[in-house]
């Protein structure tokens, strides 16, 4: 008897999980498409960066909350009134990939409300409770 | 090309990586001498040699069987002229890209489970979040604080590589009732065996509550966690290796989105460390899984070994001032 090659259907992925990592592929790849063209923009000097490129290395070695002092960083989503510069423009790529995960919870959760699964869709709606909370701002924009 | 040529590439690899290393340390060295820690390097030089040594890093952790993340932080941090606080930064934005490709082909193929992460996920990102709020704190407080507290992980994190002996198909009599209600169970094709193997998971609340520990550390050092996540998985939950490897890769992606956010809000992500870092890390992994079927990686997991305790001793000198290691 021939060897099986093919898997068997029970074996395959289940719908969710192809609409999570189809979802996945299109955010991290657009996400690092973004990165790169953003970063050209960046050091190419295109677009001239909020921070000039020559005095960001003065500032690295001391701490977060020094750099932000020294050069007037914002904190937060400030960076979304900078995407006219350089350097926040990759913010950009950076927040497509913050994203991403995000997104395919979202399909998670609708996905889990129509089977009626309450044990997953409490923890998929925590979960993207969790993410929200985080990229809002509120805990990480504060600080020092 | 010949075979022998590829062999070598790898001892090539790791050859320029501490060459990469030695130039940045003096480097390192002079600049953190100087007030606040400035830079007297142009800028110009830091992208393409970060580039450079994240594409050595990334050839170096896949032929390893590491993540990136672990090995960027206490490199990086320990070798170039950044603070701790962008390191950490960017050590999250680099494991994070490397989860969100991989993670697709690896839910595609039915080898992470999805039922299996959405759990042990929510308690990781959890505590993530916590780990990195904390950390920042710490740092705020006296960086030596973290310096210290990861090189004392780094090298937890070397004994825990070098004792771990995860089990290819652990035995699961009796699926726990927790692990149950969540679905924790499943079936895969291993195309290497040509047949199907099924698997189940037990002690579901022991492994959840070491999750907490795993979101903390990743959370508070920036690394990326797949050096506890797959022995969690495996060794106390029962999933096999494959299952494990490939769903801890996939955790990545959503533990390290939660404290990657807490970073970026921070302002702790520079582009002109993390892009350079993230886009070598990715290449060196693509060029790593080429070179896995043509080398041996046991003699490269013992060098990554040597240089995880190396990082995790110079971390720890560097946080508490002690100069042993230049």
């Known amino acids: 008897m021939a060897l099986q090659s093919e898997p068997p259907i029970e074996t395959r992925a289940s719908r969710e999980q192809i609409v999570y990592a189809n979802l996945l592929t299109m955010g991290a790849w657009s996400g690092v498409f973004v990165l790169l063209v953003t970063y050209l923009i960046y050091v190419s000097g295109l677009l001239a960066p909020y921070v000039p490129l020559e005095k960001v290395p003065e500032y690295w070695g001391q701490g977060v909350a020094e750099y932000r002092t020294a050069t007037g960083s914002p904190r937060g989503w400030g960076w979304a009134e900078l995407l006219d510069r350089g350097d926040y423009l990759n913010y950009a790529g950076f927040v497509l990939l913050g994203l991403t995960t995000i997104v395919c919870y979202f399909t998670l959760v609708v996905r889990f409300w129509k089977t009626k699964n309450r044990v997953l869709l409490v923890i998929c709606t925590l979960e993207v409770i969790v993410l929200g909370v985080a990229a809002s701002g509120i805990l990480g924009g504060g600080g020092h | ?326």
Not at chain 2, 155 to 179: E, F, H
Not at chain 2, 204 to 217: A, P
Not at chain 2, 221 to 226: D, H, P, V
């Open chain 2, 1 to 326: 090309m010949s075979g022998a040529w590829w062999r070598i590439v790898p001892l090539l690899a790791l050859f320029a990586f501490f060459v990469v290393m030695m130039l940045a340390g003096p480097s390192a060295a002079e600049s953190l001498e100087g007030e606040g820690g400035s830079s007297t390097t142009p800028w110009w030089v830091w992208p393409p040699t970060l580039f450079a040594f994240c594409f050595m890093l990334g050839v170096v952790a896949v032929l390893a069987g590491v993540g990136g993340g672990v090995l960027y932080v206490p490199l990086v941090s320990g070798f170039f002229p950044f603070h701790i606080d962008f390191v950490r930064g960017a050590g999250l934005m680099v494991a994070l890209a490397g989860a969100l490709a991989a993670g697709p082909g690896l839910l595609r193929r039915n080898l992470a489970s999805l039922r299996l992460s959405l759990p042990v996920a929510l308690v990781a990102s959890i505590f993530s979040v916590i780990g990195a709020l904390l950390g920042l704190h710490l740092s705020a407080l006296d960086p030596r604080i973290v310096q210290v507290g990861l090189g004392v992980a780094i090298t937890g994190i070397a004994v825990l590589l070098l004792l771990a002996k995860n089990t290819w198909q652990p035995t699961v009599t009796k699926q726990d009732a927790v692990g149950l209600a969540l679905g924790m169970h499943g079936t895969y094709w291993d195309y290497a065996m040509g047949e199907t193997v099924e698997w189940k998971t037990h002690r579901t609340i022991l492994g959840m509550l070491l999750f907490v520990f795993i979101g903390l550390l990743a959370g508070m050092f920036g690394l990326g966690a797949g050096w506890a996540n797959v022995p969690v998985l495996n060794m106390v939950m029962g999933a096999p290796l494959k299952v494990s490897v490939a769903t801890s890769k996939f955790l990545l992606s959503i533990t390290d989105t939660s404290a990657a956010w807490i970073y970026m809000n921070r302002g702790c992500v520079l582009p002109l460390i993390a892009v350079p870092s993230m886009l070598g890390l990715m290449l060196g992994s693509l060029v790593g899984v080429r070179l896995l079927s043509v080398v041996k990686p046991q003699l490269i997991r013992y060098i990554v070994l040597v240089v995880l305790f190396f990082a995790g001793f110079k971390s720890i000198d560097k946080g508490l001032g002690l100069g042993f290691l230049g």
